[in-house]
């Protein structure tokens, strides 16, 4: 499937569109499911169990989904990841029991992967390779978006209902929001019909999972994504421990961490440019060591104006990796294999999400919170530092 930008645009307007609805809805239910789960008798280790499920079954699942894409089937998995980001949703405001409402995670779970592989390969099939990085930037800025506004809006919608039920009808007003992705869809499948390439021919040109991770620049690139979605995952668990030991309101850490993805969405729209005037590689590296440094800062520096300038600073960064990385490991494979690339990438930021805050859960029962921003703090500077030994390979 060679790359070939369809004549009709509106489609690309659709996928964004649709990312944004999609990221909203995930980012707002997590935090819901969790009330939820306090709701239906859950403690905190239900918590966490319901957290480890929702990333395990993309973990499991993502190279599987990744050659189905590649085979030409992208469009149909983004409609039942569509399907699979409603029904689970209205499904947790159901459940009677913990039984359900994990099986309401875990499908929701796998619907995000489903969207999120189909929505990366669909790019790489569609533009060239100059164009890449900016529409992944365009793709992952929908994210930023659908983030920023998910949790807030079920915040308030759930603050605004009196009695019992608030949670409840935040999940329903949620599922209604979903909905909203099956217009986006539509609009994306004027982008026409990818051919479908039989198993026993994708077979020909499909490459082990170790080939894969074996060719040079892969193994780079994927530990960039982990490092920089784990630091996100660690900073936003962990900032508002370091607001309370130093006196800081809730409303003010919460505004550190807003500016913090603000600082992302403005990388984001300005990642073309940036790409035109530096080396993918080049802006790869340093903007991941200038991350880790803001990142390792955090505990030292903790008077408000001065986190919230290393947050704006990591955040402007961490908009950057993201959309790096997926042309990266796109660039990397060839068509037969540039979905299972991706979703192996993918599987590896399900990975860190579990692995690498679990670890620096256990290493502050001794080191203190502080060791949480030094830890992920080092993990950047060293996806610089290894990115930037590839420095010289031409993307």
């Not at 859950?42 to 990744?66: D, H, K, Q, R």
């Not at 164009?131 to 807030?152: C, D, E, M, N, R």
Request: hydrophobic share 55%; net charge positive; charged share 10%.
């Amino acid at each position: 499937m060679n790359p070939t930008a369809s004549p009709n645009r509106a489609w690309f307007t659709g996928l964004v569109l649709h990312t944004v609805i999609a990221h909203a809805t995930y980012n707002g239910v997590r935090v819901l499911i969790s009330y939820r789960t306090l709701e239906l008798g859950g403690t905190g280790v239900v918590l966490g169990l319901m957290t480890a499920c929702y990333s395990l079954v993309p973990l499991l699942t993502a190279l599987f989904v990744g050659r189905l894409v590649d085979r030409g089937y992208a469009t149909v998995v983004l409609w039942t990841g569509t399907v699979l980001s409603i029904i689970p949703v209205g499904l947790a405001a159901l459940a009677p029991n913990l039984g359900v409402l994990l099986i309401a995670t875990m499908s929701l779970g796998f619907g995000q992967l489903l969207t999120t592989v189909a929505s990366q390969a669909l790019i790489p099939q569609s533009f060239s390779a100059s164009q890449l990085t900016a529409k992944f930037g365009h793709l992952t800025l929908g994210v930023s978006i659908g983030q920023t506004i998910g949790l807030p809006l079920a915040g308030m919608v759930a603050d605004a209902t009196a009695g019992q039920a608030h949670i409840t009808n935040a999940l329903w007003f949620m599922t209604g929001v979903s909905a909203l992705t099956l217009i986006a869809a539509v609009i994306v499948m004027l982008r026409g019909r990818t051919p479908h390439v039989s198993r026993a021919e994708a077979a020909k040109g499909v490459l082990t999972p170790w080939t894969l991770l074996a060719t040079r620049g892969m193994k780079p690139a994927i530990f960039a994504s982990m490092a920089t979605l784990a630091a996100v995952d660690l900073m936003t668990a962990y900032l508002p421990l370091i607001g309370e030991e130093n006196g800081l309101s809730v409303t003010l850490v919460t505004w550190l961490l807003a500016l913090r993805t603000l600082a992302s969405v403005i990388s984001r729209l300005f990642i073309g440019t940036l790409t035109r005037r530096w080396k993918n590689l080049s802006l790869l590296w340093t903007a991941s060591a200038t991350a880790g440094l803001c990142v390792v800062l955090i505990p030292v520096f903790s008077a408000p104006w001065t986190l919230a300038i290393l947050l704006i600073i990591a955040g402007f960064c961490f908009g950057l990796t993201q959309p790096l990385t997926m042309t990266w490991v796109s660039t990397l494979a060839d068509a037969s294999n540039r979905a299972a690339v991706l979703s192996i990438r993918l599987a590896g930021n399900r990975l860190s999400q579990v692995a690498i805050p679990s670890a620096a859960s256990v290493l502050t029962l001794v080191a203190g919170s502080g060791i949480v921003f030094t830890i992920s703090g080092a993990l950047l500077v060293l996806a610089g530092g290894v990115t930037w030994r590839n420095h010289h390979e031409k993307w």
